[in-house]
C-alpha cells in the first residue's frame, strides 16, 4: 500500500520552513506546496497530458498569495479539463495566445490602417496633399465618425454589412459621387490591409467591389450661364459683391483666369510674377498625380494684373493670395480660402447650381472664346492651354513655353476685355 497523504492545511503550510534543498508538501490529487532555499513557497500541479500521455506540471502560483483554497480550486478546474480530454496548461496557454491576438487586433484600426495606407500612397504614386487631404476628410467624414468606436474600431470588428448600413445613409441623402468615392476608398484601405497581412480574407472588399447601391443619375455638365445678359448680371453682382472682400476677389479670378478651384484657392503670392504676368501654378496643385502632371504657366492679362495689384494691398503679407481668416478655428484646417467659397458666393448673390457652379466658370470661358473664334482669330489650341487641357495632336516641343504663354495671353486679354465691356 502506499503512503497515505494527509491534505494540507494553512498552519503546516506556515510552520514549514526553508532547508538546504527545496522540497515538496504534498496536498494529495497532484497538487504540491514547493519550498526552495529561499524560503518562498510555490504551488505545484502534476498529472497526466490526456493528449500526450506524458507526465507534465503546471504552476498555481505563490503562497500565500495563492491560498490553499485558490490552489484547490484550481486543481479542481483543471481536473474537470483532464476528464474531458483537454490537456489544461495547453488550453491555458491558448487562452492566453487568443488574449494576446485580441489585443494586437484591438490595435489594428481602421483609421491607423488608413492613414498608413495613404502614407504608402505618397511615397509610392506622389500622391498630391490636396488629393490626400481631400481623400482622407470624405473617408472620415462619412465613414469613420460613424463606426462604433469613431476612429478607435479594429478593421476586424467591421463587417461587410456594417460598411453597407453607412454607405447607405449617403445612398438615402442622394449624395451618390459622395457616395462612389468614399466606397473606393474604404475598398483600397482594405486591399492595402490584405497585402500587408493586417486582415486575411479578401471577402470583404471582394464583396464590397461587386456590391451595387442605386445606380447615380447621369453626370451633367458643370451647369454655367452663356448668354451675354445673364453673364453681365454676373459679372456685375460680382464686382458689386460686399460679403467679404477676399471672396470678392476670388470670383473675379474666378471669372478671368477659368482655371480649377483646386489651383485657385492655393495660389501663392510666390508662383505670380508681376514682370512677366505670369501665374505659375505647381504640378503639385494641378489635376491627377503629381508624377504625372506638371507645372501650369497661365497667361495673366493686363486686367487681371491689375485687381492683383489691389489685392495684393490687402492680403500681400501671406503666403496666400486667397488666405483663410479662420484657420485657427476647428473646422478650419487649411491655410488657405475654402474650396466651397465661390459656391457659397453663388449662392448668396441668388444664383441656383442649375445656373451656375464654380467650375462652370471654365465652360463659360471656352462656349464665349469658340463663340467668338473666328471673328476675334481666338486660336482653339491656346484656348484649351489656357484650361490646361491636353490638346490633342499638338506637340509640345514644337512650340517653346514663352511662346505658348504669349499666344495664351491674346487670349485671356480678349477675354479680360470682354468681361470688362459688360461693365458698361
Given at each position: 500500500m502506499g503512503k497515505t497523504i494527509v491534505p494540507l492545511n494553512d498552519t503546516k503550510i506556515k510552520n514549514s520552513k526553508p532547508q538546504e534543498k527545496e522540497y515538496s508538501l504534498a496536498d494529495g490529487e497532484g497538487l504540491s506546496l514547493l519550498i526552495k532555499p529561499n524560503g518562498s513557497k510555490l504551488w505545484i500541479f502534476r498529472y497526466t497530458s490526456p493528449t500526450t500521455l506524458k507526465?507534465?506540471?503546471?504552476?498555481?502560483?505563490?503562497?500565500?498569495?495563492?491560498?490553499?483554497?485558490?490552489?484547490?480550486?484550481?486543481?479542481?478546474?483543471?481536473?474537470?479539463?483532464?476528464?474531458?480530454n483537454i490537456d489544461p496548461v495547453e488550453h491555458t496557454r491558448a487562452i492566453k495566445e487568443e488574449i494576446k491576438q485580441q489585443e494586437s487586433k484591438s490595435n489594428d484600426t481602421f483609421q491607423k490602417i488608413l492613414e498608413a495606407y495613404y502614407a504608402y500612397r505618397v511615397r509610392s504614386d506622389g500622391l498630391k496633399e490636396i488629393t490626400l487631404l481631400k481623400d482622407k476628410g470624405r473617408v472620415e467624414n462619412h465613414f469613420v465618425t460613424i463606426l462604433p468606436k469613431k476612429e478607435n474600431t479594429s478593421i476586424h470588428d467591421i463587417t461587410f454589412n456594417l460598411i453597407v448600413d453607412i454607405l447607405k445613409k449617403l445612398e438615402k441623402k442622394n449624395k451618390?459621387?459622395?457616395?462612389?468615392?468614399?466606397?473606393?476608398?474604404?475598398?483600397?484601405?482594405?486591399?492595402?490591409a490584405y497585402s500587408q497581412s493586417i486582415i486575411d480574407s479578401a471577402e470583404i472588399f471582394g464583396k464590397l467591389e461587386l456590391y451595387n447601391f442605386i445606380k447615380p443619375p447621369a453626370t451633367k455638365n458643370s451647369a454655367t450661364l452663356t448668354a451675354k445678359d445673364d453673364i453681365q448680371k454676373l459679372y456685375k453682382d460680382i464686382l458689386a459683391y460686399n460679403n467679404s472682400l477676399i471672396t470678392k476677389y476670388l470670383l473675379i479670378f474666378t471669372i478671368h483666369t477659368a482655371q480649377r478651384q483646386g489651383s485657385l484657392i492655393t495660389a501663392r503670392w510666390e508662383d505670380i510674377d508681376f514682370t512677366t504676368k505670369v501665374w505659375t501654378i505647381p504640378k503639385e496643385y494641378m489635376k491627377g498625380t503629381a508624377s504625372k502632371s506638371k507645372d501650369h504657366n497661365v497667361a495673366l492679362s493686363n486686367i487681371m494684373v491689375r485687381y492683383l495689384k489691389e489685392l495684393q494691398d490687402l492680403t500681400g503679407d501671406n503666403e496666400y493670395v486667397f488666405p483663410n481668416s479662420q484657420i485657427n478655428k476647428t473646422r478650419n484646417k487649411y491655410p488657405h480660402i475654402s474650396n466651397n467659397t465661390v459656391t457659397n458666393a453663388l449662392r448668396l448673390m441668388g444664383y441656383s447650381k442649375e445656373q451656375q457652379t464654380a467650375h462652370g466658370f471654365r465652360a463659360m470661358f471656352k462656349t464665349i472664346c469658340k463663340e467668338n473664334q473666328e471673328e476675334h482669330n481666338l486660336n482653339n489650341e491656346f484656348v484649351e492651354r489656357v484650361l490646361a487641357h491636353k490638346v490633342e495632336g499638338a506637340v509640345e516641343s514644337a512650340y517653346n513655353r514663352a511662346n505658348n504663354v504669349e499666344d495664351m495671353r491674346k487670349v485671356v486679354n480678349w477675354w479680360s476685355n470682354w468681361l470688362e465691356e459688360l461693365k458698361i
Amino acid at each position: 500500500m502506499g503512503k497515505t497523504i494527509v491534505p494540507l492545511n494553512d498552519t503546516k503550510i506556515k510552520n514549514s520552513k526553508p532547508q538546504e534543498k527545496e522540497y515538496s508538501l504534498a496536498d494529495g490529487e497532484g497538487l504540491s506546496l514547493l519550498i526552495k532555499p529561499n524560503g518562498s513557497k510555490l504551488w505545484i500541479f502534476r498529472y497526466t497530458s490526456p493528449t500526450t500521455l506524458k507526465r507534465n506540471r503546471a504552476s498555481f502560483g505563490k503562497y500565500p498569495a495563492v491560498s490553499l483554497k485558490d490552489a484547490r480550486d484550481k486543481r479542481f478546474e483543471y481536473q474537470k479539463l483532464i476528464e474531458n480530454n483537454i490537456d489544461p496548461v495547453e488550453h491555458t496557454r491558448a487562452i492566453k495566445e487568443e488574449i494576446k491576438q485580441q489585443e494586437s487586433k484591438s490595435n489594428d484600426t481602421f483609421q491607423k490602417i488608413l492613414e498608413a495606407y495613404y502614407a504608402y500612397r505618397v511615397r509610392s504614386d506622389g500622391l498630391k496633399e490636396i488629393t490626400l487631404l481631400k481623400d482622407k476628410g470624405r473617408v472620415e467624414n462619412h465613414f469613420v465618425t460613424i463606426l462604433p468606436k469613431k476612429e478607435n474600431t479594429s478593421i476586424h470588428d467591421i463587417t461587410f454589412n456594417l460598411i453597407v448600413d453607412i454607405l447607405k445613409k449617403l445612398e438615402k441623402k442622394n449624395k451618390y459621387s459622395t457616395l462612389t468615392k468614399v466606397k473606393s476608398i474604404i475598398i483600397r484601405v482594405y486591399k492595402y490591409a490584405y497585402s500587408q497581412s493586417i486582415i486575411d480574407s479578401a471577402e470583404i472588399f471582394g464583396k464590397l467591389e461587386l456590391y451595387n447601391f442605386i445606380k447615380p443619375p447621369a453626370t451633367k455638365n458643370s451647369a454655367t450661364l452663356t448668354a451675354k445678359d445673364d453673364i453681365q448680371k454676373l459679372y456685375k453682382d460680382i464686382l458689386a459683391y460686399n460679403n467679404s472682400l477676399i471672396t470678392k476677389y476670388l470670383l473675379i479670378f474666378t471669372i478671368h483666369t477659368a482655371q480649377r478651384q483646386g489651383s485657385l484657392i492655393t495660389a501663392r503670392w510666390e508662383d505670380i510674377d508681376f514682370t512677366t504676368k505670369v501665374w505659375t501654378i505647381p504640378k503639385e496643385y494641378m489635376k491627377g498625380t503629381a508624377s504625372k502632371s506638371k507645372d501650369h504657366n497661365v497667361a495673366l492679362s493686363n486686367i487681371m494684373v491689375r485687381y492683383l495689384k489691389e489685392l495684393q494691398d490687402l492680403t500681400g503679407d501671406n503666403e496666400y493670395v486667397f488666405p483663410n481668416s479662420q484657420i485657427n478655428k476647428t473646422r478650419n484646417k487649411y491655410p488657405h480660402i475654402s474650396n466651397n467659397t465661390v459656391t457659397n458666393a453663388l449662392r448668396l448673390m441668388g444664383y441656383s447650381k442649375e445656373q451656375q457652379t464654380a467650375h462652370g466658370f471654365r465652360a463659360m470661358f471656352k462656349t464665349i472664346c469658340k463663340e467668338n473664334q473666328e471673328e476675334h482669330n481666338l486660336n482653339n489650341e491656346f484656348v484649351e492651354r489656357v484650361l490646361a487641357h491636353k490638346v490633342e495632336g499638338a506637340v509640345e516641343s514644337a512650340y517653346n513655353r514663352a511662346n505658348n504663354v504669349e499666344d495664351m495671353r491674346k487670349v485671356v486679354n480678349w477675354w479680360s476685355n470682354w468681361l470688362e465691356e459688360l461693365k458698361i
